[in-house]
């Protein structure tokens, strides 16, 4: 298992993106907190044969993994709905992403992430270029009521009220300025995310199939 060391992030000193956007087709995956990214990427795993990187869950485990130099660093700011630098997510990304490559994986959905334009930038700049980004746009009563509903059982330290607020608050003004931009590029496809799963994902492949995507036979 790849892990982050103590030196400079690679991808900070490199002059151009890691993998072509020719042979390696990358999906960024926006929306709110509780807008339902996860639940629609196991879908899209499931029928399309993606490689699912969720930001978020590289982060918990780098936060969790024994040793790590940002465990602290990343719990703090998970709780408090904040990003965190963007080398380190970056890093964490582009690690597994040389992983999918050497398992011959070359379609890629990037969950939860970029959520800031910086990381949008440096991304693109130093990883890959997004071929587009997949919006689930949901209002947040529907997202709050969803996610006090999964803190019940996720056990994860961000899904209550308090931390719930923040992470809307950051989503609004340092997300959706990253859905903007890539809008302005002609690169958002954007799905209502306000009806059941299934609904949503019928939507999501009926979209998907307008931009060339098929479900694997
Ligand atoms: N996070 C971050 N950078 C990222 C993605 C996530 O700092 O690029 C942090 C941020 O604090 C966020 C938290 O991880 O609030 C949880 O993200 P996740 O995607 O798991 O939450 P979701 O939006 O799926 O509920
Ligand atoms: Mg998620």
């Known amino acids: ?3 982050l060391t ?10 151009g993106p890691l993998f072509s956007s020719d042979k390696t087709t990358v999906i960024f995956v926006l929306g709110g907190p509780g807008a ?38 990343i719990k703090d700011y998970i709780k408090d709905g904040k990003i965190v630098p963007k080398e380190v997510t970056i890093q964490l990304l582009e690690n597994r992403m040389v992983e ?8 890629i959905l990037i969950d939860g992430f970029p959520r800031q334009l910086d990381q949008a930038i440096s991304f693109e700049e130093k990883v890959c270029v997004s071929a ?5 746009d949901c209002p947040e ?18 899904d209550n ?4 607020k923040k992470r809307f608050r950051t989503f609004v003004e340092t997300s959706m300025p990253v859905v903007n931009a890539f809008e302005k590029q002609g690169k958002v496809v954007k799905v209502e995310a306000i009806k059941t799963p299934e609904e949503v994902y019928q939507d999501v492949k009926v979209k ?10």
């Open 132 to 136: 587009f980004t997949l919006f689930f």
């Open 141 to 158: 009563d529907e997202m709050q009521r969803r996610l006090l509903d999964r803190g019940k059982t996720s056990g994860r330290s961000d």
């Open 36 to 73: 339902g990214k996860g639940t629609q990427c196991a879908n899209l795993v499931r029928d399309y044969g993606f490689k699912h990187l969720s930001a978020g869950d590289l982060l918990r485990e780098e936060q969790d993994r024994e040793g790590s130099q940002f465990g602290q660093m």
């Open 1 to 3: 298992m790849p892990v």
């Open 6 to 15: 103590d030196q400079v992030p690679a991808h900070t000193t490199r002059s």
């Open 100 to 107: 999918a490559e050497k398992e011959g994986k070359h379609m």
């Open 208 to 217: 998907l199939a307008e931009r060339g995507l098929k479900v694997n036979a």
């Open 161 to 164: 009220i308090e931390s719930i």
